[in-house]
């Protein structure tokens, strides 16, 4: 599926599943994204990252990062569509 589409199908339900990957984000440091083998970031690795820079693991769950990245992969393909596409 290209970028477009991806975007134009985009749902608040299926941005919980959603994956960046390393062409989406090329601009961004490559120490903190992209530690997995697939080169992609997602839900899972947010809050893996978040644990890395020092947040407390009794502050957050995987479960509240996963709510919270759901709704904002949801808010920016809605911004791009409303941007790119209307």
């Known amino acids: 599926m290209n970028r477009d589409q991806t975007i134009c199908e985009m749902t608040a339900e299926n941005a919980k599943t959603f994956r960046f990957s390393k062409s989406l984000c090329s601009d961004e440091p490559q ?3 992209f530690s997995d083998l697939d080169q992609c970031w997602g839900s899972d690795e947010a809050y893996n990252d978040l644990l890395k ?3 407390n693991s009794s502050s957050i769950s995987n479960a509240w990062v996963s709510n ?4 904002i992969v949801w808010k920016l393909a809605s911004l791009e569509r409303g941007y790119f596409f209307f």
């Not at 919270?68 to 709704?71: E, G, M, V």
Request: a neutral charge; hydrophobic letters at 50%.
């Open 31 to 33: 120490h903190l994204l």
């Open 53 to 55: 820079i020092g947040v």
């Open 68 to 71: 919270h990245y759901q709704w």
